[in-house]
């Protein structure tokens, strides 16, 4: 059975840091690509991060350069989110995504950014 399970959400003031990681299951996962993406509420889901199955080539959000870090990691563990500075507005559920011949979703974990 295939499983993305997110994990390292919770919540932090302001300037505060968090670092997400991404477990993964029931798949090979060298050759896909992953991402972070994050839904905050009354919005749509949008793309916070994304890293090449190398790892040699990450992309991110205008929002979060700069602040945040993505990486790749072990095979159960192939993603990291490091997020440094979190402003009020990163507020939401965030969650990976893996792509390759198929795509698969995790179920989210929460990061609340408030003082």
């Known amino acids: 059975q295939v499983q993305l399970v997110e994990s390292g959400g919770g919540l932090v003031q302001p300037g505060g840091s968090l670092r997400l990681s991404c477990a993964v299951s029931g798949f090979a996962v060298s050759n896909y690509d992953m991402s972070w993406y994050r839904q905050a509420p009354g919005k749509e889901r949008e793309l916070v991060a994304s890293?090449?199955?190398?790892?040699?080539?990450?992309k991110y959000a205008d929002s979060v350069k700069g602040r945040f870090a993505i990486s790749r990691g072990a095979a159960k563990t192939p993603l990291y989110l490091q997020m440094n500075n979190l402003k009020p507005e990163d507020t939401a559920v965030y969650y990976c995504y893996a792509r390759w011949r198929m795509t698969y979703w995790g179920k989210g974990t929460l990061v609340t950014v408030s003082s």
């Open positions: 890293i090449t199955a190398v790892g040699s080539d990450t």
